[in-house]
């Protein structure tokens, strides 16, 4: 295997941000290089919680599969406090989505937001091709 796999990964907390952002983000970074975009507040949607979301994309390669990829994922967001009430409650510590697989879109209505195709502009601002 190899690590041709181009993802793009979206985090979102509105319970303990910054710390579990930041968590969040070294877990994955030891899975993979990951280009992050800088964190930023959104209203939420779809919550019943009026909590603002911390989110932030990021940008990687991985010979990981997408079934492997969800599992670690769903993983990571329980041990930084996910449980299966959260969603009901609308307290999410953490939220890993993988909004995109190589030319995959997995998630349409997050991959439509401005602040993740914000978020890849940053990153590919950086970059002397685009990542997608």
């Known amino acids: 295997m190899s690590d041709k796999n181009r993802i793009v990964i979206v985090l979102g907390s509105n319970k303990d941000s910054e710390r579990n952002i930041e968590q969040a983000c070294c877990m994955l970074e030891k899975l993979f290089p990951v280009q992050w975009a800088e964190a930023v507040y959104t209203r939420p949607l779809h919550c019943i919680s009026s909590e603002p979301f911390l989110n932030r994309v ?23 406090g996910r449980t299966a009430d959260s969603k009901q409650s ?27 195709q914000n978020g890849i502009k940053e ?4 970059q002397k091709e685009s990542y997608f």
């Open 58 to 80: 990021g940008l990687s390669f991985t010979s990981s599969d997408v079934k492997e990829l969800r599992v670690c994922f769903k993983q990571m967001e329980k041990a930084l």
């Open 90 to 116: 609308g307290v999410i510590p953490m939220d890993i989505d993988l909004v995109r697989w190589n030319d995959i879109v997995l998630k349409p209505d997050d991959w439509s937001r401005d602040y993740v």
């Open 123 to 126: 990153i590919e601002g950086r």
